[in-house]
Each structure stands twice: as structure tokens, then as C-alpha cells.
């Protein structure tokens, strides 16, 4: 099957990207992210509004390159069952017979590797979901459901040592445009 794995930090127009490609692509591909399955968890067992651990997924601050402090998402016993039935949703998807779009805020190299020991057997393109710092913290100043620092946090994690296929810039291209570069890269692939 043919997967696109999209991971940028939050706000940096994942989601909005996955929904162009759906339309474009000439193949149907599923959109899936982790946040799919948080929307299936009880609210209770998450806590995205303070600093108050949870079972679920909840945040904690840290210090970050440039000195200040972000807000990392930590995930507890409950959120780690979650993220392994994500990977395994993922899989039984591709099983079933479906090409998927995956929608990540990976932690760098060492979780994207899991996804691509997992997906090694598919046709995988990876997609780096680019935005500057100033736009991503703009983006998520506007978004009542984010946790401010959180996408600043994520922008010196998602990309750590990760070797992608094709960067998209969605600060400097509009949706559509970063869509189409998908297609047209993923199209000159499969020639």
C-alpha cells in the first residue's frame, strides 16, 4: 500500500494539508493522526489546558534552545496504550487495503524509525511539514484548543536527525502548492 507520513509540529497546516492531498491525489488515501484516536479517549484521561499530570496525555515544561520555556506533551500509562493502538490501527489499515495519509508530530529520528521498521514492506514517502517559529507560534496564538508553547516546543523536536523525502514549506506556500508538490513528487517516484 502507499503511505504519506506528514509530521511537523503543531499548527504547521498538517491537517489541513492532509484534506488537500485526499482531493488531488488520484488514488484514495485515509487520513490518520494520533489526535484521530485522542478524540476516541475519555476526557477525563487527558489534561491539554495546565501542567497537572494525567494518565492520558497531559503537558510538562521545558527548557528550550533558545532559552525559553515550552510545553512538551508527555504521555502517561494510558497515553502510551493509546500511541501503540495508533500503530496498530495504522497497520491493520494498510492490511485491510487501504493507502493512508499518517499525520505525526513524531519525537525526531527515533520515532520516525519505528514507523519506517514498521512500514518497510509499503510504499512509504516522507513528508517534512515545514513552517518558520514566528508563524507556528502566530498559528497557535489563534487556536483556542492549543496550549500555547507547545508548537515552539515541537519545532526544535519533530525534525531532529530525520532524513525525508520532501520538505514542504507551508509559511512560504499556500495548501494547495504544498499538495501539489506531494503529488508531483510522488508521481515522478512511481515512474
Not at 506528514?6 to 482531493?23: D, I, P, R, W
Not at 521498521?117 to 517534512?128: D, F, G, M, P, R
Not at 502548492?177 to 512511481?190: G, L
Request: aromatic share 8%; glycine share 6%.
Amino acid at each position: 500500500m502507499k503511505i504519506i507520513y506528514l509530521n511537523g509540529a503543531s499548527s504547521s497546516g498538517k491537517t489541513s494539508l492532509s484534506k488537500a492531498l485526499q482531493e488531488i491525489l488520484p488514488d484514495n488515501y485515509l487520513h490518520i493522526g494520533i489526535d484521530t484516536l485522542i478524540s476516541l479517549m475519555p476526557q477525563k484521561t487527558n489534561n491539554f489546558c495546565s501542567l497537572s499530570e494525567k494518565e492520558g496525555f497531559y503537558y510538562r515544561e521545558v527548557l528550550l534552545p533558545n532559552n525559553e520555556i515550552g510545553k512538551r506533551v508527555v504521555a502517561g500509562p494510558y497515553g502510551k496504550q493509546v500511541n501503540t493502538a495508533f500503530h496498530q490501527v495504522v497497520n491493520n489499515l494498510l492490511t485491510t487495503g487501504h493507502n493512508l495519509i499518517i499525520d505525526d508530530v513524531a519525537d525526531g529520528a527515533c520515532e520516525v524509525s519505528i514507523w519506517e521498521q514498521e512500514l518497510q514492506a509499503h510504499s512509504l514517502t516522507k513528508i517534512a511539514v515545514m513552517c518558520s517559529l514566528p508563524e507556528l507560534v502566530t498559528r497557535e496564538k489563534s487556536r483556542a484548543d492549543r496550549m500555547q508553547g507547545s508548537a515552539m516546543e515541537q519545532y526544535y523536536r519533530v525534525h531532529e536527525n530525520v532524513v525525508y523525502d520532501l520538505d514542504v514549506y507551508t509559511d512560504k506556500y499556500s495548501t494547495i502548492q504544498c499538495a501539489q508538490q506531494i503529488v508531483d513528487y510522488i508521481a515522478k517516484k512511481h515512474i
